[in-house]
Structure formats: C-alpha cells, structure tokens
C-alpha cells in the first residue's frame, strides 16, 4: 500500500493542485496566502444542524473558496456537525465529494445525508463496495413504506407491509369487503379492537392496487440479475453527486486505487490529526477544496526541516504555520453539562471552552453530583453494578457503557442487553445523556486519546465504576483534581 502511494505521489508534481501547492509553500516557506483561489463557491445555506456562533464560523470558512480549511477544536466542540452541514451543502450543489475518518462509528453520523452516500469497504474495489450496498440495503429490501400524502401513519398497517407479509395477506383480501377483511384480521391483530380493525380493514382495501404495485417492484428488484446489478454500480460510481464515505484505511486500500485518480470537489476529512504526510499530501492532490477537521496533538513544533516533519504529523504542523485565513480553533462545547465540562476541559485542554449547551437537563434523585467515581474494589466483580443501574431512567436510548476491551464489551451486552455497549474507539461520534464508564483491567492502557473520548460522551451524568485507589494514580485520570466524600457506596466525586 504505501508502494502504491508513494507511485501515485511521484505522479503529483507535474500539475499541483491548489490544495498541494499551499501545503508546499507552507513547508518550504512558512506562513503564505495564495492568490488563486479555488472555484469552490457556495450561496448562502441553511445548515442541517443548528449552529452555536463559533461553528458558524467554521463552516463559512468550509464554504469559502480557500484553498484549505483546517478547523481545530477539543472533542465535543461541534466538528462533526460542521463537517456534515458542509457536506449536505456540497451534495444539494451537486458537487463530487470525499468524507474520510480514521474510525468507522464517526461516519455514522454522514449516512443520512441526502442522496446516495456510499461506504468504501476493505474487501474489494470502489464499484464493489456500491453493488454490495445495493444488495444488502436497497435492492433485496428495498423501502416500500411510502403512502399517499393525504394519508396519516399507521403503525399497525406498517406490520403488514413487508414483502412476506404481503405475498400472504394481498391474495386473501382480494375481492372481499372491508367487514370481511376486518373479520380476517382479528387473528392477526387480536390486541385490536373492533373499531379499530376496520379502519385498518378500510385503509388496507384502499391501499391494496399500491401495496400491490410495491410487493411487484420489489420481487423485481430481489430477483435483478447481477451483470444489471453491475451496471447499476457502474453507473453510480461515474455520478458525481454520490458522496464517498470511507475510513482512512478503506480508501488507502490498493483495492481503491482507482479513486485516487478521481478528482474531487470537496474532500473532508476528521480527525485529521492521525493522517501521515504521504496521505495528506495524496488528499490534497485530488480535490479543489481540503477541509481538515481534528484535535492538534501535544507535541513540540520547532523550525521547519526534514526532522520536523518525520516527528510531527501533518494536521499539527499546518495548524501552527498556516495563516488564519486557512484554519480556525472552536472554542466552545456544546455537548457536556458545565458540571461536567468545567473540570473535564481544564483537564483535556489547553484552551479555555466555553460552554454552549441547551439547559434541558436529566435530574437523577440518586445522585447529587453529574461526574462521579462510584468506587468498586478490586475484587469485586466490575459488572456487579445492577444496583446502581436500577436507579437509572427507563429510557434505555439514552444509557450507555463504555467497556474497555472486546472481552469485557461482550459479558457487559450479556448482563445489559438493553444498553448501547461498546469500546472505548468505536464511541468515537457518539454521545448519551448518561454514561457509565467501567474502568476494568490494566489502567496503564488508557491512552491519552482515549481519555479524552471517554470524558466527553455523556451530555448529562458521566459515572466511572472501579477501583479508584488502582485506576486514578495509574492513568491519565490522575490529573483531575477530586474530593473523596466518606460514604457506604465509597463515592468520589469528580465535580
């Protein structure tokens, strides 16, 4: 793979993007600002989140017709949501365009974007990647759930419209009344009652020349042979409007390599800050516009050489010699309760954040503090905290626990199945109101990063279960100053 880039880079020189020539400039010389400017244009648009002061910002300078956009922030500062408004601007100005990210659970938030967007895969080409996701989402189960516009939702009418549903149900209420479809549906829906079965009945009798015409389309996109499925793929992938959601490692893929001759409009990329320079330099050769979105890491930047640059990675280096007119620092949060965000950022940042949060909060009886250690000894089993659990809201969306290996995340979904569970890498784009961070194994583990990730999920309560006299002195925990309060359950507060 790295063969392959370093042939394609070699190929770079001989017509310099505007991207590529700045991040030359910049190297070479420093701090310098370029007359040409890239055609990427934008009218005023109506972001799809909204927007703090800050981001807004931000997202002008994504919009703007510079040739780079770098935009810095600590996690939970809004980068996603700037990032993905950006994108839906591109998409609706039918423009071709790259969103990349160095963990897979950060492009969840870019699949609703509109139109078509697309994921990368590693086990095959770009082409493959389409045909495989047109067989798996749209054409083996195609979404048939639309109704006229002067028809109201219904959630018991929605049962009966899956494809098996109807091969059964549309030959039996062929021909009959709505009182003799009403009659058939009682063993189907016995939880209904009379009334409510005809009206199911009468709309069923209406819909059924469309439920028909949907079951039709939708046997014919089960059975499409794979050479149409193949010109479908073709097709997409020549469409400029399609965007390319990808992992770093996905698009890097030699199996890839076709894209890396594509020239794209608009490239975005986050968490910049793992890129190496033969990537960077590869991205910016393929695009009018790179926008950088990540966190600088703390490193020293001395004078520009050679030995610089093998020891800083290159969203760092950027951000400190490229000319404000390229690169923005957010500086306010809008995720974390300020009981939470207050000691957090005075630990993860260097930078003072403001806080910018909607005062729409949980109130937990149970605890009177939002950032907690609930205190578990070592040689207490760490999934032994149904105790606390049960004092938890019912609303299950809301709750989720951070696990810090694969074998822990899977006793954890065993013993809690009803909340999301995962990893500490793989809760990178996700947030929860409440939070339970299970602070199991070798503390001496916990990276820096991922610290920071695990202190900035939870919008309302963050609660750390384990042995805080093991954990706290052995990783990078220790440097939040807290108060141990002399009680049965052992609480430390963090707040």
């Not at 998409?91 to 071709?96: S, T």
């Not at 054409?139 to 219904?154: E, G, T």
């Not at 929605?158 to 009182?179: D, G, V, Y």
């Not at 028909?212 to 469409?239: H, R, V, Y």
Request: charged content about 20%; some cysteine; glycine content about 4%.
């Amino acid at each position: 793979m790295i063969q392959a880039i370093q042939q394609r880079l070699s190929l770079l020189h001989q017509q310099l993007t505007l991207p590529l020539k700045l991040i030359v400039e910049t190297v070479c010389g420093g701090g310098v600002y370029l007359r040409p400017e890239s055609g990427l244009n934008f009218p005023s648009i109506t972001p799809v989140y909204s927007l703090s002061g800050h981001q807004e910002i931000a997202l002008e300078m994504g919009l703007s017709n510079s040739a780079i956009a770098l935009i810095s922030g600590s996690p939970a500062t809004g980068k996603t949501r700037i990032a993905a408004s950006l994108a839906a601007a591109a998409i609706n100005h039918e423009k071709r365009i790259l969103i990349l990210s160095y963990y897979p659970t950060v492009l969840d938030g870019y699949e609703q974007l509109p139109g078509y967007p697309l994921r990368l895969n590693q086990s095959g080409s770009h082409q493959n990647s389409i045909a495989e996701q047109l067989r798996n989402h749209h054409l083996y189960q195609p979404k048939m759930d639309y109704l006229p516009a002067y028809y109201l939702p219904d959630v018991e009418l929605a049962k009966l419209r899956t494809p098996a549903k109807l091969e059964t149900w549309l030959p039996r209420i062929e021909n009959k009344s709505h009182a003799e479809i009403s009659q058939l549906l009682q063993g189907e829906f016995p939880h209904l009652t009379p009334a409510r079965r005809d009206i199911l009945a009468i709309q069923l009798q209406r819909l059924t020349p469309l439920l028909k015409q949907q079951l039709s389309l939708s046997q014919l996109f089960g059975s499409l042979p794979e050479t149409e499925i193949g010109k479908l793929a073709q097709q997409l992938a020549n469409t400029p409007q399609i965007p390319i959601l990808a992992t770093a490692r996905e698009f890097f893929n030699v199996a890839n390599q076709s894209l890396w001759q594509t020239k794209f409009d608009l490239v975005i990329v986050e968490e910049s800050q793992y890129l190496s320079w033969d990537e960077l330099i590869l991205l910016a050769g393929l695009t009018q516009k790179l926008v950088l979105f990540g966190d600088v890491r703390d490193v020293y930047i001395g004078q520009r050489h050679a030995k610089t640059l093998t020891r800083v990675d290159g969203f760092s280096f950027l951000s400190h010699y490229l000319l404000p007119a390229y690169s923005y620092k957010l500086t306010q949060q809008f995720r974390l309760h300020p009981e939470i965000a207050v000691p957090v950022y005075s630990l993860i940042s260097k930078d003072w954040i403001q806080t910018h949060t909607e005062p729409i909060y949980y109130n937990l009886p149970s605890l009177n503090h939002r950032l907690v250690w609930q205190d578990v000894r070592q040689t207490t089993e760490i999934h032994n905290i149904s105790n606390w659990l049960k004092n938890l809201p019912k609303n299950r969306e809301d709750i989720g626990i951070i696990a810090t290996s694969e074998r822990e995340r899977e006793g954890l979904m065993q013993e809690y199945p009803q909340y999301f569970i995962d990893t500490i890498d793989n809760w990178r784009g996700k947030e929860k109101k409440i939070v339970v961070f299970c602070c199991s194994g070798d503390p001496k583990n916990l990276t820096w990063e991922q610290t920071k990730i695990v202190l900035t999920r939870a919008k309302d309560y963050l609660i750390m279960v384990g042995d805080f006299d093991q954990w706290r002195p052995n990783s990078p925990l220790q440097k939040l100053e807290v108060a141990r309060l002399e009680s049965t359950e052992r609480t430390v507060i963090l707040s």
